[in-house]
Structures are given as C-alpha cells and as structure tokens.
C-alpha cells in the first residue's frame, strides 16, 4: 500500500507538470498570438472611425492567466480520474477469472481455506493489492482460525468498509481541484472588476475600450470556469460511481462465490 501511494505521488506530480507544460505551450504558441492580433485589428478599426462589431473569438475568451490555470487543473484532475478508472477497470476483470473454484453444491470446510488461498496467493503483487483479492483472502483467513460464518461475512465487510473510506478519501485532491477551479475564476472576476474601476475616469471622458477590455477578463474568466467545473465534477462523480459499484459488486461476488458454501460445524 505504502508504494501504491508513493507512486501515485509521483505520478500526480509528473501530471500536474506535464499538464502546466502542454497548456502554457498552447497558450503561448496560439491562443495569446491569435487573441492580440484580434484585439490589434478592432483597436485600429476603432481609431479609424470604423463601424465594427466586437468579435466574440474563443481565443479573447481564454487569454487570460486565469483561463490558463484553470484548464491546467482541469487536465490534471483528469489525468488523476484517468489512473483511478484504469485501476478500477483492472479490478473488474478479476470477477471474470477463476480465482475461486466452487462448483455449485459444494462444501467448504475451515481445512479447505488454506488450499483455496492458494490461486489467490499466487496472483502477481500488483493484482494482490486489489480489492477482491484481498478480500477473499481475509475471508478464508478468518474462517480457518475462526471456523465461524458470520465472523467471514463480518471480515468482508470490515475490509469494504474500509475499502470505501480509502477510495473517498483518495477523491480528496480532484474535490480540491473542483473547488479551485471556480475560485480561480472568481479571482479573475475580482482583478477585472478591479481594473475597470481603476480606468472609470477614462470612461467618464469617453474612453470606454479599457473598462469594456477589464470586464472581460472578469466575466470570461468566471465563465470558462464554471464550464471546466462542471465538467471535472461530471468525471468525478462518473468515477466515484465506478469505484462504488465495484464495492457493491465485490460484496456480492464474496456472497455468492465464497460465504453461502461455507459449512462449519459451530453455530453462526
């Protein structure tokens, strides 16, 4: 567990880098070099005294730093969301595979425990830290020391009970990342306001390009924001589904696979 989540911490590190890399790329090489030089054209239109409508281009909507930081976060989260779906993808396909051989009708005594153990033992390390395997080995564990059924069916639900609080709290930082994105936009929305105040007396004299300018910034950031927010909390919740399911199903797969064939001869 303790190298799972090392690597998981290099891995979001390595994500959030790569992310800042590949977005501040973007920007730099088009979407800033696009939107000056339509900002440019309206601003030599205007001083010529032409009639022109502002063009609401997707590159004057996402120019600003604010914008920037939010789809860096938005790619990072979803590079986070996409190792969590990998994993859980992994795990399903142990449902499909032999690991318990029970052919329906049969017996299993507190001696077959350790000898059905055995498959699952034998699973490469990267598999053993899985859910269902786990869980089926603390299952057959408890059940040859204790010889008890309802101590097996209390085993499995400690260890998806405990499955469930780890999965919930590794959503932690995509909940931040959810929680940021908004605030970043509002940041924007605060600097913009900000700015169009300082620039209200050159409105009041009749220049109204750089309030116009600063109002953009607060409301295309807060708009580019939300949008990101609600596509990142969308994923989430998709994932966090998945994640769930999978507990749910392995509960079912340890009841009918392993607990109804128990028998042992004290009272559960």
Not at 16 to 24: D, F, R, S, T
Not at 62 to 68: A, C, F, G, L
Request: aromatic fraction near 8%.
């Amino acid at each position: 567990m303790k190298q799972r989540a090392s690597s998981e911490f290099i891995y979001q590190v390595f994500a959030l880098i790569v992310a800042l890399i590949i977005v501040h790329a973007f920007y730099v090489t088009l979407v800033r070099p696009n939107a000056n030089a339509i900002l440019e054209q309206q601003l030599a239109m205007e001083a010529a005294g032409q009639a022109y409508v502002a063009e609401r281009s997707f590159y004057i909507v996402v120019k600003d730093y604010e914008q920037e930081a939010c789809f860096v976060l938005m790619f990072w989260a979803v590079a986070i969301m996409g190792l969590k779906a990998h994993r859980t993808i992994n795990e399903r396909k142990l449902f499909n595979s032999k690991l318990l051989s029970v052919d329906e009708g049969t017996r299993i005594l507190p001696e077959d425990a350790r000898q059905m153990s055995r498959p699952i033992q034998a699973l490469p390390d990267e598999q053993q830290s899985y859910l269902l395997p786990r869980v089926l080995i603390a299952a057959l564990q408890r059940f040859s020391s204790t010889r008890n059924i309802q101590d097996v069916s209390s085993a499995v639900g400690e260890v998806l009970d405990t499955e469930s609080d780890r999965l919930d709290s590794e959503l932690s930082m995509v909940r931040y990342i959810a929680w940021a994105i908004p605030s970043i936009g509002f940041i924007g929305t605060v600097r913009g306001i900000g700015e169009a105040l300082g620039q209200a007396h050159k409105a009041v004299q009749g220049d109204i390009a750089g309030v116009t300018a600063s109002l953009g910034v607060a409301f295309n950031s807060t708009f580019i924001a939300l949008v990101i927010s609600i596509v990142v909390m969308f994923l989430m919740h998709q994932l966090q589904l998945q994640q769930e399911r999978l507990v749910l199903d392995t509960h079912s797969y340890c009841d009918s696979k392993l607990i109804r064939h128990l028998k042992s001869d004290q009272v559960s």
